[in-house]
């Protein structure tokens, strides 16, 4: 059954090797097959991953497509920053952020990001 089997995302790049420097040099990323030319593969933490394809369809999604769950966001948009990471600022009916996080009624919160491509990524810290 697919509920007991891993996930991983899949996100379009148009310059491959321009996202591969940015999840090099702000997300601190290094993907798993480094002499490939038309994709990487990235692993994460608890065996999840994602791959980086090239396209000609990168940045069109409106939605979110990749996220981390973290255990201190503070922290972490924090570092990120630090890396040249600059945070989306939203002001939606029921998702305002402030300092580029959104706090939410069930004490969870998350902030969004661009890569290079267009992409939105998420860094989020949920209560369980």
Not at 14 to 22: H, M
Not at 34 to 63: H, I, V, W
Not at 74 to 92: K, P, T
Request: glycine letters at 10%; one cysteine or more; hydrophobic letters at 35%.
């Amino acid at each position: 059954m697919l509920k007991d089997q891993p996930v991983a995302a899949v996100l379009p790049a148009s310059d491959i090797k321009r996202a591969r420097e940015f999840y090099r040099d702000k997300l601190g990323l290094e993907p798993d097959n480094p002499d490939a030319e038309d994709n990487f593969q990235y692993r994460c933490g608890s065996g999840t991953g994602f791959m980086l394809y090239q396209t000609d369809n990168a940045g069109t999604a409106k939605n979110t497509q990749i996220g981390w769950m973290v255990p201190d966001l503070s922290a972490e948009v924090a570092e990120l920053r630090s890396r040249g990471v600059q945070f989306e600022e939203y002001d939606f009916p029921g998702l305002k952020t402030e300092n580029g996080i959104a706090s939410f009624p069930d004490g969870s919160s998350a902030a969004w990001f661009l890569d290079t491509e267009g992409n939105i990524l998420s860094v989020g810290q949920y209560t369980m």
